[in-house]
């Protein structure tokens, strides 16, 4: 059935056709370097980072994306390179954009799009029905070296990226000084950034940098609350439940967003997964057993008046975990 189809944060449908390009391939090809370099227009390396995002939400169901961007840049002989380092990250918080705007790359009708090397449509939030476009972080009339260069490209709702136009602001800046340091972008380039901005940048602060153990031992420490919160919310009912799921999502959502991590992203992808999973689960339990099935026997109007009512539970059902996710 098509429950919980509408609060799908993920692209879940497995595409069958051209089976015979896996994800890393496509990828590898896509963002080879050698190939951007002969690439003609401002715009032409777009298509190619819609097509990524697209096998990565299309093509790596129940795989760590980042292994598999990781394995693409081996085949493309990038694997270890500032440039391998910087079209991982603009993937991977493309893909989270991606999820974020309700899964524009899904198999459900949009994925074409994206598939095609075009902006989907937005599905899901404040930006629904507006395009998903590949939007320029450092702007081309600013900086034209890095026109055909994948890991400044980002996914971005149309109005947002037409109010953006041609303005530089200070996470450009510091965008800009990453991308110096690491080799990929000039001198003159950053430069020219800087003069675009046309301010001072103060030093950015230092991050704070989580050990694996002590992610470890937090994340550990959260499972165990959300597994007392549980027992305590299934003495009130099934939407107790659902609601310290939608909880969890939040935090997990909050510090992926935050860290960007690919690590952090499939932690919380696999979460939604489960919650999904368990609360469909819920529900038909719950509907079977207060409302038992018509039999064959029964007239044409009682067995209309059953599959309404549920229906309309669905609905409900749909309707508060929807709000609840948009609230992330």
Request: charged letters at 30%.
């Amino acid at each position: 059935m098509k429950f919980f189809l509408l609060l799908s944060l993920l692209c879940v449908g497995a595409v069958a056709e051209e089976a015979e390009t896996t994800a890393e391939e496509a990828i590898a090809s896509l963002t080879d370097p050698k190939k951007l370099a002969t690439l003609k227009g401002e715009r032409a390396v777009n298509p190619r980072f819609q097509k990524c995002i697209w096998y990565l939400s299309q093509r790596t169901i129940n795989q760590d994306p980042a292994v598999v961007i990781d394995k693409a840049m081996e085949l493309n002989k990038t694997a270890g390179t500032a440039y391998a380092k910087a079209v991982k990250r603009a993937l991977m918080e493309g893909l989270y954009a991606n999820n974020k705007y309700g899964g524009v790359g899904s198999a459900y009708g949009v994925g074409q799009e994206m598939k095609q090397g075009k902006s989907a449509t937005i599905t899901k939030g404040e930006y629904a029905g507006q395009e998903a476009t590949a939007d320029h972080i450092i702007p081309l009339s600013v900086c034209p070296e890095l026109q055909n260069q994948i890991f400044n490209l980002q996914l971005l709702p149309a109005s947002l990226n037409s109010s953006k136009g041609n303005k530089v602001e200070v996470e450009q800046v510091r965008f800009a000084e990453g991308l110096n340091k690491e080799g990929l972008l000039s001198a003159e380039g950053l430069e020219a950034v800087k003069k675009a901005y046309g301010k001072d940048v103060e030093p950015a602060p230092a991050p704070i940098v989580e050990t694996e153990a002590e992610k470890q031992a937090r994340m550990n420490e959260e499972s165990k609350q959300m597994e007392l919160e549980l027992v305590r919310a299934e003495r009130k009912g099934t939407e107790a439940v659902y609601e310290v799921w939608v909880e969890r999502l939040k935090k997990l959502g909050e510090q992926a967003n935050k860290s960007k991590a690919s690590s952090d992203v499939l932690i919380y992808e696999k979460t939604l997964n489960s919650a999904m999973n368990i609360w469909e689960r819920m529900f038909e339990e719950n509907w079977n057993k207060n409302h038992p099935r018509q039999g064959a026997g029964d007239d044409i109007l009682k067995q209309r008046a059953y599959e309404s009512q549920r229906n309309q539970e669905v609905a409900h059902l749909e309707s508060f975990l929807d709000e609840s996710l948009r609230a992330k």
